[in-house]
């Protein structure tokens, strides 16, 4: 893993050039003409996690001419055998003999992380994973793409976000709603200013991850249990947390705190990240949190330092509990994964698959403000791709989904306080409040340590 070779590589190239005065020749391909690719200058790519995301990512970046899969792991024998077998397929329909087989199967990250060939690799372990991982692949010199929620605490993200600038890595987050056209409309409306000032933003979801005592079972054989758990404390395997094989779920493990902050880390994140987008909080947070039933707050409610609230409701707006605003019917679900801005001059309400509406009506014909002026971005993965060639940030830099998980991890804490908190954004603490900062980092079992 050493970063000091006699030869440089095309890679290697690749990895100085951002930080030289003088242009470099350098393929075409790697300029962003991946129909010149060739095996040779191609990003070579490895999987960390291939379970249901991950897998989802590895057929998707498959179709991919400038990249090539190099390398899978997990430590799920079923699932690294599989990942393997669609990259090796995928590469020898292309080929008229059938036996290209470039792709490698691990158990243990750091053997893949070893090899100078993978330029960038793909996270989508799972919550108590995650963090470690990117860290460990941003100290092997390798650019990151990671699934949300980011990390399991407060500290684990921070310690990423230092990870990835102190070793000049690329990092995308896979919060994709920051690619898609309908939220970025919202975002750039909002922050243009189309409904005034705004006053709060409505979501919906669920809850904090809760301690759990499940009973020992036999570890399934092809599973490694121990490295499953990695930073996690040790506890015995359970088919809840995990079902070897093909994963009949995107996030059983979900409801343990051991593993995971809950639901509304593992889904709520994704409205936490459009709506700190579209607030212009991308490098703050939130200021105070108060758990459901408490500071006059009937659910989980954050507010910023501008005033702003952000509620998480359970699927609608009900009288007795929000204040419902002009035009709003209150039979209407808010979309998952969404959000309702509220402002002075209206609302808009935004959702996946292009769900976007407003009242008045009109605010969508508004001017969208200073997004209108850059570019659509063409797809996630693709953004990614462009940016480990031009050693830019992503669009959603860690940076920006380290703040949102912490948004998500902020509401856990005040679910397991039971109590308002107060928040420091700059300091990232909790000012004077000994109980709380406790769950800011969680010990890892050794020998993992980031």
Known sequence: MSQHRTRVTRRELLRRSAALAAPLVVPSSV???????????????????????????????LRYADVQVLGVCDVDRWRREHGKAAADQAYAAGRASGTYRACQAYNDLREMLARDDIDAVV?????????????LAAKAGKDVYCEKPVSLTIREARAMVDAVRRYGRVCQCGLQQRSSGEFRKAAALVQGGALGKIRIV?????????????????????????????????????SQFHHYGRPPF???WHFCRDFSGGAISSNTVHAFDSIQWALGTDETGPVEIYPPGTGNYPNLTYKYANGVLLQVVDWRLERQKQVIPAGW??????????????GERGWIHVGREGFLQSYPPQILHEPAGRLDHIHAVKSHHQNWLD?????????????????????????CIAQWTRRPLKWDPAQEIFPGDDEADRYLARAMRPPWTT
């Open 202 to 238: 409505y979501t919906i979801g669920a809850g904090a991850a809760a301690d759990v005592n499940l009973p020992a079972e036999p570890v399934p054989e092809g599973l490694d249990w121990d490295l499953w758990l990695g930073p996690a404390p040790w506890r015995p395997f359970n």
């Open 329 to 342: 019917d209150e039979a209407t679900p808010i979309q998952n994964f969404g959000a309702v801005f509220v």
């Open 250 to 252: 995107v996030v059983p």
């Open 31 to 61: 300029l962003g003409n991946p129909a010149a690719a060739t095996p040779s200058n191609r990003i070579g790519l490895g999987f960390i996690g291939v379970g249901m995301m991950g897998e989802g990512h590895l057929h998707h970046l």
């Open 387 to 411: 940016s480990i060639r031009s050693r830019g940030r992503p669009v959603c830099d860690i940076a920006f989904g380290a703040r949102s998980t912490m948004v998500s991890l902020l509401g």
């Open 123 to 135: 996270v989508a372990t799972g919550d108590n994973w995650q963090a470690l991982a990117t860290i």
